[in-house]
Structure formats: structure tokens, C-alpha cells
């Protein structure tokens, strides 16, 4: 009986052994499971966290960075060279600005020797001609007031030979033609009018050429702009044309230049010289009508001269 009772307690015991050792290993194989999880998620925590952040320098490199204490002291001069490298390129990057010029050094240059010797030509014609043109319009070169009562006070005395002398011995436009019209009247009153018209003819034809050649000026000078346009203008094409790439800016703008000044001083020649012209024009037109009124004045008193008889 004690034997069975024993067996029996032992046997009791022993499953009791085994539920607790089978209890202790699910607990162990659980607590297994749940450590592994959670290193996981730190492990994947961490991984997330190294990716956001740069990467870190070897210890070499870092090492490496560190300046030498003996270095530094020894060379303490040899740092500031350093920054220059650096300030280079902010130089080199910076355009550099091209050297002031003169307006005048910039159109000469425009220009060339050959525009500039033709429009200096031009401007000095006209110059000359538009003061030989105002004196020549002058009303004491053309009918003088002195030759016209000295004229008519000769006649008034029946000083026919004196009268012609005096307008012979004036150069005027109103001189000539009434010393024209005294050398005819022996021949008769209608031939002495016609010969101070034909002297009249005459001296407007010369006033007239005189007056032309700014003219002239007026038309050739705007002429020789627009010749210095088109220069102009196939000197830039040429080089586009010649280029490989793009063309450099500055040889482009040679032409340009050109084209633009050679027009510019050509319509500045021109235009004053129009104008001149025209005004003179009329002041010598008007003085020529003076002329022809007090010519015809003097002389009618004449008017029933008849020819000589020989």
C-alpha cells in the first residue's frame, strides 16, 4: 500500500515537473519572440534615422582635417593664400567694361578716312558758297541806293556821258545793266532795253550757278550717306556670313556704325544746305525784280529816243 502511495505521489510530482518545464519553455520561447520584434523596430528605427542624416566621414578623413599644432605654428603665413584661389573666379566672372571714348574719336572711327575727307570736302564748299551766296545777295552789291541817285542825278543835269561812267565804273548787278542800256540807246530806245535784259540774263545766270552748287551739295551729301548705309550694312552681313558660330558683337557693330554716321553726317550737310538754298534764292530773286523795276525807271525818260540818224 505505502509502495502504490508513493508511486502514486511521484508520478503526481513528475506531471507536475513537465507542466511547469513545458510552462517555462512557452514563457521562454514567448519572451524569444518578443525581443526579436522590438530589436527589429529599433533596428528599423535606426536605419530610417542614418538615412535622413549625411553620411559620416571616415576616420582617416576626419584625422586627416585636423590641422597639425607644429603646422599651424610653423607656418602661419601660408593660410591667407588660400582665400585668393576662391576670390579668382569672382573676378574672372565680372565683365569687363570697355574703355570711354569721345563722340568725336567714336565717328571717325565710324567713318573711316574716306567719309570723313568726303563730308570734311562738303562741308567746306558749303560754307564758302552760303558766304560768297549772302554777300552776293546783298542789296549794295546788287542796286546799290548810292549808284541809283547818283544815277538819276546825272540825268536830271543832262549828264548823259558822266551817268554812263558812273554805271560802268560799278560792279552791281544794276550797274552793269544800265551801262548796258546807255552804250545801245544811240541805236534807239527798244535796243537799249534789250540789251540791259540781256546783260540782266546774264548776271542772274551767274548768281543762279553760284546758287546751284548748294544745291548740289544738298543732293549729293545725303547721297553719299545712304552709299555709306549700304557699306555699312554689307560689312555686317559679311560677317555674319563668315562666322562659324555666332559672330562676334563688336565686328557687327563696325557696320552698324557706319551705317549710322555716314547717314547721320550726310543729312546734317544736306539739310542746312537746303535750306540756305532756298532762301537765298528768293532774296536773290526778289533783288533781281528790284533790279529790273529801277532799270526800267531810269531809263524811261528815254522812251522817245529814236535811233541816230548817220
Wanted: aromatic share 6%.
Amino acid at each position: 500500500m505505502r509502495q502504490r502511495a508513493w508511486l502514486g505521489c511521484w508520478g503526481a510530482t513528475r506531471g507536475w515537473r513537465l507542466c511547469a518545464i513545458l510552462l517555462a519553455g512557452m514563457l521562454a520561447w514567448a519572451q524569444t519572440d518578443t525581443l526579436a520584434i522590438a530589436l527589429a523596430q529599433e533596428a528599423n528605427t535606426q536605419e530610417g534615422q542614418a538615412g535622413d542624416l549625411p553620411a559620416e566621414e571616415p576616420a582617416e578623413d576626419l584625422i586627416d582635417d585636423v590641422p597639425a599644432p607644429d603646422d599651424a605654428a610653423a607656418e602661419p603665413a601660408t593660410a591667407p593664400p588660400a582665400a585668393a584661389p576662391a576670390a579668382a573666379p569672382a573676378a574672372v566672372d565680372q565683365p569687363t567694361r570697355p574703355p570711354e571714348t569721345s563722340l568725336l574719336s567714336e565717328a571717325l572711327q565710324a567713318l573711316g578716312w574716306f567719309y570723313t575727307l568726303s563730308f570734311l570736302l562738303l562741308s567746306f564748299l558749303l560754307v564758302a558758297l552760303l558766304v560768297m551766296n549772302l554777300l552776293a545777295a546783298r542789296r549794295e552789291n546788287v542796286c546799290p541806293t548810292a549808284l541809283v541817285e547818283g544815277f538819276e542825278q546825272h540825268l536830271d543835269d543832262k549828264q548823259y556821258q558822266e551817268a554812263y561812267e558812273l554805271a560802268k565804273g560799278d560792279d552791281s548787278y544794276l550797274g552793269q545793266v544800265l551801262a548796258a542800256g546807255l552804250s545801245k540807246l544811240s541805236a534807239g530806245y527798244p535796243q537799249a532795253i534789250e540789251a540791259m535784259q540781256e546783260v540782266a540774263e546774264e548776271e542772274n545766270m551767274k548768281m543762279d550757278h553760284r546758287l546751284s552748287y548748294m544745291a548740289l551739295i544738298g543732293t549729293v551729301s545725303p547721297m553719299l550717306g545712304l552709299f555709306g548705309t549700304v557699306d555699312g550694312m554689307i560689312r555686317s552681313f559679311g560677317v555674319i556670313a563668315h562666322s562659324v558660330g555666332t559672330p562676334p558683337p563688336s565686328e557687327l557693330a563696325r557696320g552698324v556704325a557706319t551705317a549710322l554716321w555716314t547717314t547721320l553726317v550726310g543729312l546734317a550737310i544736306a539739310i542746312p544746305a537746303v535750306a540756305a538754298f532756298g532762301i537765298i534764292k528768293n532774296r536773290v530773286d526778289r533783288r533781281v525784280l528790284e533790279v529790273g523795276i529801277i532799270s526800267e525807271g531810269l531809263m524811261s525818260r528815254f522812251e522817245n529816243v529814236g535811233p541816230r540818224k548817220k
